[in-house]
């Protein structure tokens, strides 16, 4: 059974930092792309970073470039996403995803806040 859990989201100050993790169950993550996803409230579901499955690309949405890092340590089984210098506008639900032979599957989500 496919199981992605995500954790460490919180509420943070503008200009904080947090780390998101993702840990993948009933599958091994090493052949898979995997993505970050967060969805603000009234908002579409956007894509934030994606890393291939042997970590060697990596891709951004153009409001996280420079900020955000996404990595994966498939030992682990587990994906990351680094968040530095947070702004209001990062506020949303942060999910994680992979597309697993021909279905999507998706983590229940992890909150991210940042407020003063």
């Known amino acids: 059974q496919v199981q992605l859990v995500e954790s460490g989201g919180g509420s943070v100050q503008p200009g904080g930092s947090l780390r998101l993790s993702c840990a993948a169950s009933?599958?091994?993550?090493?052949?898979?792309?995997m993505s970050w996803y967060r969805q603000a409230p009234g908002k579409e579901r956007e894509l934030v970073a994606s890393i291939s499955s042997a970590g060697g690309s990596r891709n951004y949405a153009d409001s996280v470039k420079g900020r955000f890092t996404i990595s994966r340590n498939n030992a682990k089984n587990t994906v990351y996403l680094q968040m530095n210098s947070l702004q209001p506008e990062d506020t949303a639900v942060y999910y994680c995803?992979?597309?697993?032979?021909?279905?999507?599957?998706w983590g229940q989500g992890t909150q991210v806040t940042v407020s003063s």
């Open positions: 009933g599958f091994t993550i090493s052949i898979y792309a």
């Open positions: 995803k992979v597309d697993y032979r021909t279905r999507t599957y």
